[in-house]
T-cell receptor
């Protein structure tokens, strides 16, 4: 059963620490999205990649957030330094190639708490 | 630019009653429209999608939605609510013709009362 895998599922850290979240997209999917979900803002698109190249990261605070795809099986989202306002659930989603119907396949999320 | 507006952040229905969750979209090009469901502590999963074929779309768990271009709407319905339908529902839009940015609505939490 193909699925998007995210690690860690839960992370508690202190303000100022670096946080790295990882995502393994479904094999063969070439488009990867990072979303952040909070009660106040709902689902926000942070960044997305196609064929490992960033297409849009306009939703990401550039001073502290960075997103990369070192290879086709791994996407990372880093926060350095972390702040309490970064507390949220971060979702990764993947999708098959261009021309498909637009459905996203979501991971179960990484719940981040910054104290 | 594209966007979706979900009317009502919380909806309560009695078990067995009709479920109606509202979504209106805005898009300058023909849209693809989606409904996703999120259960507690889980990611989103697709309920159904409209991709310019039939305007009445049937999804999983007895849900369906109708694309109405004249009303720019894509409301989600289910004839009879079940307790297991309690979840948060998200409407989403993207442009047709390949992957563009997928924009989600703010979500509607559905409560089902026994």
């Amino acid at each position: 059963d193909a699925r998007v895998t995210q690690t860690p599922r839960h992370k508690v850290t202190e303000m100022g620490q670096e946080v790295t979240m990882r995502c393994q997209p479904i094999l063969g999917h070439n488009t990867v999205f990072w979303y952040r979900q909070t009660m106040m803002q709902g689902l926000e698109l942070l960044a997305y990649f196609r064929n490992r190249a960033p297409l849009d990261d306009s939703g990401m605070p550039k001073d502290r957030f960075s997103a990369e795809m070192p290879d086709a099986t791994l996407a990372t989202l880093k926060i350095q330094p972390s702040e309490p306002r970064d507390s949220a659930v971060y979702f990764c989603a993947s999708a098959p190639g261009q021309g498909a119907s637009g459905e996203l396949f979501f991971g179960e999320g990484s719940r981040l708490t910054v104290l | 630019a594209q966007s979706v507006t979900q009317l009502g952040s919380h909806v309560s229905v009695s078990e067995g009653a009709l479920v109606l969750l509202r979504c209106n979209y805005s898009s300058s090009v023909p849209p693809y429209l989606f409904w996703y469901v999120q259960y507690p502590n889980q990611g989103l999963q697709l309920l159904l999608k409209y991709t310019s074929a039939a305007t009445l779309v049937k999804g999983i768990n007895g849900f369906e939605a109708e694309f109405k271009k004249s009303e720019t709407s894509f409301h989600l319905t289910k004839p009879s609510a079940h307790m297991s339908d309690a979840a948060e529902y998200f409407c989403a839009v993207t442009s047709s013709g390949g992957y563009q940015k997928v924009t989600f609505g703010t979500g509607t939490k559905l409560q089902v009362i026994p």
